[in-house]
Nanobody
Framework: QVQLVETGGGLVQAGGSLRLSCAAS????????MGWFRQAPGKEREFVAA????????DYAESVKGRFTISRDNAKNTVFLQMNSLKPEDTAVYYC????WGSGNRDKKKYDAWGQGTQVTIFS
């Protein structure tokens, strides 16, 4: 099994930045892709970004493209989400997830390991 722990959430003014981290442990070699999802109150959990661990290939939701950057440090089994130009609509609990990289990177059903989530709140 793979265990994931997110850190880095917080309260930030609109226009500011935050960097989320996701540390993986356990059978990490079994996973080839990592993703970030978010869930706002009363809404479905939605895709934010994903990265292929071997090549660093990335994918982003349109709503965050150009503002968020996903990256990884394979030596430390850690994935990051740098979030810039934050907006109040980015407010949500952010989750990282591990799975197999492929055509379903934006589908939360493709991920079988999830972290506990970290709260991100953006105020105007």
């Amino acid at each position: 099994q793979v265990q994931l722990v997110e850190t880095g959430g917080g309260l930030v003014q609109a226009g500011g930045s935050l960097r989320l981290s996701c540390a993986a442990s356990g059978r990490t070699f079994s996973k080839t892709g990592m993703g970030w999802f978010r869930q706002a109150p009363g809404k479905e959990r939605e895709f934010v970004a994903a990265i292929r661990l071997s090549l660093g290939t990335t994918d982003y939701a349109e709503s965050v493209k150009g503002r968020f950057t996903i990256s990884r440090d394979n030596a430390k089994n850690t994935v990051f989400l740098q979030m810039n130009s934050l907006k109040p609509e980015d407010t949500a609990v952010y989750y990282c997830a591990a799975g197999l990289w492929g055509s379903g990177n934006r589908d939360k059903k493709k991920y079988d390991a999830w972290g506990q989530g970290t709260q991100v709140t953006i105020f105007s």
